[in-house]
Nanobody
Framework: QVQLVESGGGLVQPGGSLSLSCAAS????????MAWYRQAPGKQRVMVAV???????NYADSVKGRFTISRDNAKNTVYLQMNSLKPEDTAVYYC???????????WGQGTQVTVSS
């Protein structure tokens, strides 16, 4: 009932910045938390940032101070601003959303972020 579409991935040099967007469409009523996860080849998918419907954010220690998550509830969109990027940030980044009232979760298709000189 909900589709999540990420955009903004690409290639960036170490120390550079990149901004990701994720737009939710379909049955978006009662979306609660939204989050960004990432997965590098051969590694587990891990959460990097989460934001509540009220705008309260939490971050993984690996990105704290460098990444900022935000959302625009009117547009049903969540953003991830990534600064001071490191090669270790290279991964496929996935958007995630919950509708706890209905007991449902949703994933985007992922967008590739590559940090390399």
């Amino acid at each position: 009932q909900v589709q999540l579409v990420e955009s903004g991935g690409g290639l960036v040099q170490p120390g550079g910045s990149l901004s990701l967007s994720c737009a939710a469409s379909g049955s978006t009523f009662r979306i609660n938390n939204m989050a960004w996860y990432r997965q590098a080849p051969g590694k587990q998918r891990v959460m990097v940032a989460v934001i509540t419907s009220g705008g309260i954010a939490n971050y993984a220690d690996s990105v704290k101070g460098r990444f900022t998550i935000s959302r625009d509830n009117a547009k049903n969109t969540v953003y991830l601003q990534m600064n001071s990027l490191k090669p270790e940030d290279t991964a496929v980044y996935y958007c995630y959303a919950t509708r706890l009232y209905y007991g449902t979760t949703y994933w985007g298709q992922g967008t590739q972020v590559t940090v390399s000189s």
